[in-house]
């Protein structure tokens, strides 16, 4: 019944809140049932069977086009990252013609297009810092959301939790990457958060979600929290950007975090974690230790179909290009199991250089942001987007291990720097110019008057 009513009170209050307040909402909307996830859960018969996410997304294009004067100043491709995300999208698209697994590429290509609108749609919306705020933390409560299902599930035979993925991540290791930057996410609020209740909630949220991980017993999202939490914090050590007791406080956030890991992190995540140095080889032990011949096999594929292979193209192709002596199991149709190859095989040499520059765009995004907002003394905003960085990070951690490439996820993180761009680099910048022309505009009436 609380999952339900979560549910329930979430579309419903975020639907009416898109109309009353401003729309992003209605993304806020899509992102909490991209997490809820109702088709799958056990208390869906408690709803009507209608197709949320869908009218999340229509909600989305209604409110949208309601105030489309007051968003219409957010050029879509002004984000360089935007620009290389439809290329990629592109070169997908041109798969469907020639890939071996035609109806999954076809079926996998429309639906990359979706997500490339919704995300266009969003990017429009999410034009304030409130807004980004707010989307952010919406991300935070998703995620905290599958923590939840994972303390209410618990791990089965095989010390795994199954069963509370989403729609695109519906295995264990998928859901563990999905919802891992939010941890770096969730530091950030609660150094910033003036308010103990609200810290105390970031708390009870973080913690949710990194007992989902422990349980999961993900390697790669165990790889990525340290590596994002490391990053965050070279840059509250190192950044120019530094306040009196700044280091103290990373000090004392360092030792909170190991306080709690140390409660939460039991034996099965540690012998799970230790398997990445571990000789001994199970069978899923080889899988690990052995992908390193996927990854060498992925590149021959590259270099005999350099347009790409579509969806599953890899798969299709193993069984002639991995080594004929290797145990790969029930199958030799096997996944590549790293996001960088399967963009490499998938979409080409020519994606795989556009996937590249999207995510370099990125970065040099949230540096241009970094470098104004260090000129400015923004010394939350610098922050801000140090988190939305490490957030990132943890995700291309966590997907270099695993098939993530139309991750909807991978695809919002493009999206959170794409906004920041807007919000303090291409609005500042365009109100520059309508206060230049309007001054000049001015200084010339003021001279036809005095002529």
């Known amino acids: 019944m609380l999952n339900f009513l979560m549910f329930v009170g979430t579309f419903c209050g975020g639907s009416l809140m898109a109309f009353i307040a401003h729309p992003a909402y209605a993304f806020m909307v899509y992102q909490l049932i991209y997490f809820f996830n109702p088709a799958t859960r056990w208390w869906a018969y408690m709803l009507p069977s209608l197709p949320y996410s869908l009218m999340s997304v229509l909600l989305m294009f209604v409110v949208f086009a309601k105030d489309f004067k007051q968003h219409h100043n957010n ?39 979706k997500m490339l609108v919704i995300l266009s749609v969003a990017y429009k919306l999410i034009d304030t810092l409130p807004k980004l705020n707010a989307v952010l933390t919406t991300y935070i409560v998703g995620a905290s959301y599958v923590g939840f299902l994972a303390y209410q599930t618990g791990r089965n035979a095989a010390g795994r939790v199954e069963g509370i993925g989403t729609v695109d991540s519906p295995d264990s290791n998928g859901i563990a990457a999905a919802i891992v930057p939010t941890l770096v996410l969730s530091l950030y609020y609660f150094w910033f958060s003036k308010s103990w209740k609200l810290r105390a909630l970031i708390c009870v949220s973080g913690a949710f979600v990194a007992n989902a991980i422990v349980l999961i017993n993900s390697r790669g999202a165990f790889l990525a929290a340290i590596v994002s939490a490391a990053y965050f914090m070279f840059f509250m050590y190192f950044s120019k950007m530094q306040k009196r007791g700044q280091k103290w406080s990373a000090t004392a956030l360092i030792i909170l975090g190991l306080v709690a890991a140390v409660n939460v992190i039991d034996e099965s995540a540690l012998d799970r974690f230790r398997s990445i140095k571990e000789e001994e080889q199970t069978t899923e032990q080889q899988t690990s230790k052995t992908r390193v011949y996927f990854w060498i096999a992925a590149v021959e594929v590259a270099f005999d179909y350099p347009f790409g292979q579509g969806i599953h193209g890899f798969d299709h192709h ?80 966590a997907m270099t291990f695993m098939n993530r490439f139309r991750a909807e996820i991978l695809y919002w993180c493009v999206l959170f720097t794409a906004c920041a761009y ?12 309508e206060e230049q022309k309007a001054a000049l505009k001015a200084e010339r009436a003021a001279e036809s008057a005095m002529a």
């Open 318 to 397: 193993a069984p002639n290009y991995l080594p004929q002596h290797m145990d790969t199991g029930f199958s030799r149709n096997r996944s590549v199991h790293s996001t960088w190859f399967e963009a490499l095989t998938e979409v080409g040499f020519h994606g795989f250089f556009f996937f590249l520059m999207m995510l370099y765009a990125c970065f040099a995004s949230t540096r241009a942001v970094k470098k104004a907002l260090l000129e400015d003394e923004d010394h939350q905003g610098f922050f801000r987007i140090v988190a939305i960085e490490a957030a990132f990070v943890a995700f291309m951690v």
């Open 75 to 113: 050029k879509l491709f002004a984000p360089p990252q935007m620009k290389w995300f439809y290329l990629v999208t592109l070169c997908y698209t041109l798969t469907i013609f020639y890939a071996p697994n035609a109806v999954a590429t076809k079926e996998g290509v429309i639906n990359f297009i």
């Open 422 to 433: 807007n919000i303090h680099i291409l609005q500042p910048k365009r109100i520059a110019e």
